[in-house]
């Protein structure tokens, strides 16, 4: 309390010579925060004296504290104090206050210890309750089996009756509250001697009547008086019965402490050695807390072998090992490659392994009826809806065979630009099935389907097709084999070749018998009973389903619900798709499904793996994302001639930017090696930007800034996209088919040159002297050597074999007279424009320019 608060506020004086009632404010402290002030008064008894006489000591009366309890009659009154020294008002008025204060806090205390002392009665009653309850139980069953039969003896209820008479005794006298100053109790007298034993007969003891009354809430300091009411005599004499015990929480908690106690003063715990892992660099902070350690302990020991480092500072691996060997821990040294997953450590065991489905790749020249084949083995009719009547994606089917066996089929494209694609279909293939038309033979795509199917290692299939067309020879087919290494079985050799016909559904049933005796010779087996793995045949951004790729199973089995990483993107499987459209559950080794739940759209030809959590997932697809854009934004070692090469592609090659958008990212990757073939030393295509997907707000935004056209092959931007193109005026090129894409971009890569300048030379001649001609102008008088000259056409000067100016002939005379043509061996007079720096000696080239239309 301040000051002012502790200063007595005082009431009107009344009319007299001295005050009797003095007022004053205490203040109250509870929980919670509350305040209470209370006016406390004080009345002083007036005694008046007569003149001379020594004024007596003044009496003070407390009102508001509690009266102290009687000391007992036995007790000594004690002798009276010498009266005080007169001090004055204000001194006194403070030491009133003081021990009103002191009397309050002493009545409290001595409640507490009456409440403490009961709480401990109670305790040691109940302990003497239960003991004397066992030993109860323990004499009736010694009772009952004894043999000898001994008079009964007296009651055993007395004792506990006087048990319970006696604490009831104590009760009052411990009840009233006792202040320092008060005198104790005297001891209660006890009997001198000791009753003699007595022997228990089994009796129930009468129960403890227990008063029922609700129980007063407590408040934060243990304090129940504000709740429990005015205080009345009865409560006075019973409050030890209602005292409130230890909660078990608080016993456990008491115990909890002891123990943790007796453990910190028993000595140091033991330190636990950990396995710590170490990557090629780390900060100091992470080390800390692999380690269980302080960051400022592993700051100080830095400090003291010389490297001075804050938390936040990355160390390498052998720096680490230091501080990981000093505090006592195993270091566990990793690099950065282990984390991400190897499929080649990854072998299963030959006990796993199960019989499953070849893997067939349907290979050949455009045109040739690869889908067309495909379609009459599975009955359907995919030819129908391809754009241009041509394969532009790597379809995967799965076909059942008259017998039951299931065979998977891959189409892939036969167009030039494809190549990639093809090259994907032989690595993820066990047979390949090379289609020849037997009207058109070889040609140089079925040439390099042969190469692939060799670089992969995989038996190949010859299947003749078109043999019901005018014209077809497969005899000629099989000749030309031989120039690539095929021999054919009719030739000696161990290729198989079927003779079929697509139109005509003829020969199909050869074809599979083929493609069963080899899968049979091949004994393809996988373990289905272990986690996932495939690879990508093509994905796609779908409008309504997001990210979407097909997936060869390899190994394992695919399930709903699985976590993967694809590449440099992680997911969850959502759903599964086969290729009939039906959603499955479960995809099992060589089944091609449609997998929908990645992150993004994944390159064509990753691998997808299914690992143990996401945590996992996403670790090693962002460790992959690194290397990726490592890999991409790796910058060359510089030399000097790379330097000039740079500078001078910069300075006269013709950047053409464009942003490609497909529908597949297979598609996407064959127009971006297509556009690129078509580069030239003039002119150069830049790829801005490119992906599966439509067409976007973002990539309508950057061909603006860019002035790049957008190409969409079988796709379309979406609204937000077209209004900003429309605003920004943007241009699209649409495509379907990949052939028309190309003649488009070549022609307008060429039209971005300009047409091409050609330069014939017409004749050539010396100057033998010059002439005034006019004011300013020089005359040169030539003898004509080759060709002839002619009024109008473009010059070189040269002298000493370098070009001293290029100009025009703006005059020509023979003699006096204007010409228009001098041929060789004449002599003619000529006044060039634009130039007066002629000397005897010099050499004219005359030449015409031609503008032709320029191809790429």
């Known amino acids: 309390m301040s000051d002012e608060q502790d200063k007595p506020t005082l009431t009107r004086k009344p009319l007299g010579l001295k005050r009797t009632v003095e007022a004053g404010q205490v203040q109250q402290q509870f929980s919670h925060g509350r305040r209470n002030t209370v006016v ?83 305790e040691a009653a109940r302990q003497r309750a239960v003991e004397e309850e066992k030993a109860r139980v323990e004499a009736r069953v010694e009772q009952t089996t004894a043999k000898a039969a001994e008079p009964a003896a007296p009651p055993a209820a007395e004792a506990p009756a006087a048990a319970a008479v006696a604490p009831a005794a104590e009760a009052p006298a411990t009840a009233q509250p006792q202040s320092e100053a008060a005198p104790t109790p ?30 007063p809430k407590a408040t934060r300091g243990g304090d129940s008086r504000r709740q429990s009411g005015k205080l009345t005599v009865t409560r006075a004499l019973n409050e030890d019965e209602g005292a409130r015990a230890r909660s078990l929480a608080a016993l456990k908690r008491a115990r909890e402490k002891e123990k943790r106690s007796h453990t910190a003063s028993s000595g140091p715990r033991e330190k636990q050695v950990r396995e710590v892992v170490v990557p090629e660099s780390i900060t100091v902070q992470d080390l800390a807390n692999r380690m269980a350690e302080k960051t400022s302990d592993l700051v100080k020991a830095l400090f003291k072998m010389g490297v001075p480092s804050a938390s936040t500072d990355t ?84 076909v059942k ?132 793995e495939g690879t990508v045949i093509e994905a796609k951004l779908d409008k309504g389903r997001g990210p979407v790729a097909t997936i060869l199973v390899r190994r394992g089995t695919l399930k709903v619900g699985d976590i993967f990483v694809c590449g440099a993107e992680s997911g969850r499987v959502r759903a599964l798709i086969d290729d009939q459209g039906k959603q499955i559950k479960t995809a099992g080794p060589s089944t091609p499904v449609e997998v929908l739940g990645l992150g993004g759209v994944p390159m064509a030809g990753d691998v997808l793996t299914v690992v143990e959590n996401e945590a996992r997932a996403r670790e090693v697809a962002t460790y992959r994302q690194e290397q990726a854009t490592r890999k991409r934004t790796v910058q ?17 090659v013709i950047q053409f930017p464009v942003i490609i958008k497909g529908d597949v990212q297979g598609s996407v990757e064959a127009i971006v090696n297509a556009l690129n073939k078509l580069s030239t030393d003039e002119i150069r295509v830049r790829v801005l930007q490119s992906g599966a997907g439509a067409i976007t707000e973002s990539d309508v935004t950057l061909a603006a800034a860019t002035k790049a056209p957008i190409i969409g092959f079988n796709v379309r931007p979406n609204a937000k996209a077209r209004d900003i193109a429309k605003r920004e005026s943007v241009r699209f090129m649409y495509y379907d088919v990949i052939y028309h894409l190309t003649d488009e971009i070549r022609k307008e890569m060429a039209g971005e040159l300009g047409p091409e300048r050609v330069e014939t030379v017409v004749g050539r001649a010396e100057v033998k002297d010059v002439f005034p001609a006019g004011k300013r102008d020089k005359a040169a008088g030539l003898l004509v050597l080759e060709g002839s000259i002619r009024k109008g056409l473009h010059a070189r000067l040269t002298r000493a074999d370098v070009i001293v100016s290029a100009t025009t002939i703006s005059s020509l005379r023979r003699f006096k007279d204007d010409v228009a043509e001098v041929r060789a061996g004449l002599e003619c007079g000529v006044v060039l424009a634009d130039t007066n720096d002629i000397k005897a000696g010099d050499h004219l080239e005359v030449f015409e320019v031609e503008l032709r239309e320029r191809t790429l």
Not at 45 to 53: A, H, T
Not at 195 to 200: H, Y
């Open 40 to 122: 406390v008064e004080v009345k002083r008894r007036r005694v008046l004296g007569r003149p001379g006489e020594v004024a007596p000591v003044e009496v003070e009366e407390v009102e508001a504290a509690p009266a102290p309890a009687p000391a007992p009659a036995a007790a000594p009154a004690p002798a009276p104090k010498p009266a005080a020294p007169r001090v004055s008002e204000n001194d006194s008025l403070m030491s009133r206050q003081e021990r009103q204060a002191q009397l309050l806090r002493e009545a409290e205390e001595s409640r507490m210890n009456a409440l403490e002392d009961n709480r401990r009665r109670d």
């Open 186 to 215: 005297a001891p209660r007298a006890t009997t001198s001697a000791a009753p003699a034993p007595r022997r228990f007969t089994p009796v129930e003891a009468p129960k403890r009547p227990e008063p029922k009354r609700p129980e």
């Open 315 to 398: 160390i390498d691996q052998d720096t680490a090992e230091l501080l990981v060997t000093e505090f006592g821990h195993e270091i566990k040294r990793v690099s950065e490659g282990d984390i991400d997953i190897r499929h080649d450590e990854d072998v299963d065991d030959a006990e796993h392994l199960k019989p499953r489905a070849p893997v067939v790749t349907i290979m050949g020249h455009v045109d040739h009826g690869k889908t067309s084949l495909l379609d009459a083995l599975r009955g359907a009719n995919v030819q129908a809806g391809e754009a241009g009547g041509i394969t532009q994606h790597i379809g995967a089917y799965q």
């Open 401 to 532: 065979t008259p017998d039951g066996s299931l065979v998977t089929f891959l189409d892939t494209p036969g167009h030039e630009a494809f190549t990639e694609m093809r090259q994907r279909g032989a690595n993820v293939t066990d047979i390949v099935i090379l289609v020849v038309a037997a009207d058109d033979g070889l040609k140089p795509q079925s040439i390099e389907a042969i190469a692939h199917a060799k670089a992969a290692g995989v038996p190949i299939i010859v299947a003749i097709n078109k043999i019901d067309k005018e014209g077809a020879n497969p005899q000629r087919v099989r000749e030309r084999l031989l120039e690539h290494e095929l021999v054919v079985e009719e030739m000696g050799g161990d290729v198989q070749n079927v003779e079929v016909s697509a139109l005509k559904k003829t020969g199909l049933d050869k074809l599979l018998d083929a493609i069963a005796v080899q899968a049979e010779i091949m004994e393809l087996k996988a373990n289905p009973d272990r986690a996932a």
């Open 636 to 652: 060359a070692p510089v030399s000097l001639e790379g330097m000039f090469e740079a500078l001078a592609d910069k300075t006269n």
